[in-house]
């Protein structure tokens, strides 16, 4: 990597912790400049605007994210286990693994009215790309017949990260960390009464 493609990297990671914590389009240059120790001319040698910045930094989040979520189901081997896996994973996603949280939520919640077309459309591909992570684990399940024949994969999927996603964000209004802990306990009772054969 060369020192300029080090200096290109540096700059979205840095960002990315800001950003995901602080908003992505309410945090402005000058704070990124702070973060980075970076003048605006070093900053705009490599990005063409603030815009393909921030769409870099929230890329990078999404890499955090989705990374933590393979890891965590990746040392399963039943379709059971993974998805109780991705559930606590989901819910365990906080300020200690990336600052700020989940960002998808927080695009979601600061972009929802069209602020920014790019990050709405980032978001949805992640949240879609993580949607047919679980779905696929439930399919696996079904085929394998660990899990109902009759289960609809993708409402499941929906209701667990939808779960999730609410968890968190109580976390946050609230300020404590009870909220996704109850969502992994009705999703985990969920998956044994429902979702098993």
């Known amino acids: 990597m060369s020192k300029g493609e080090q200096t290109k990297q540096y700059i979205i990671e840095q960002s990315a912790l800001l950003l995901n914590k602080q908003g992505f389009m309410s945090t402005s240059l000058s704070e990124i400049m702070a973060v980075t120790g970076l003048k605006k001319g070093t900053l705009y040698n490599h990005f063409k605007d603030k815009e393909e910045l921030v769409s870099l930094a929230f890329e990078y989040c999404l890499t955090i994210f989705e990374q933590y979520i393979q890891n965590a189901i990746s040392v399963h081997t039943s379709s059971k286990d993974r998805v109780l896996a991705f559930i606590d994973a989901y819910c365990s996603f906080d300020d200690s693994t990336l600052p700020g949280g989940c960002p998808i939520i927080n695009v979601a919640v600061e972009v929802y009215d069209g602020l ?13 790309y993580i949607t ?41 209004l609230r300020q404590e960390q009870s909220h996704s802990r109850f969502i992994y306990e009705h999703l985990s009772a969920f998956v044994e009464r429902e979702i098993c054969v």
């Open 132 to 172: 047919n992570v679980l779905v696929d684990i439930l399919e696996k399940g079904v085929q394998e017949g660990e899990f109902k024949r009759d289960i609809d994969t993708n409402q499941v999927a929906s209701i667990m990260i939808s779960s999730c996603e609410g968890g968190l964000l109580m976390n946050k």
């Open 116 to 128: 920014s077309e790019l990050l709405q459309n980032q978001a949805r591909y992640g949240m879609s």
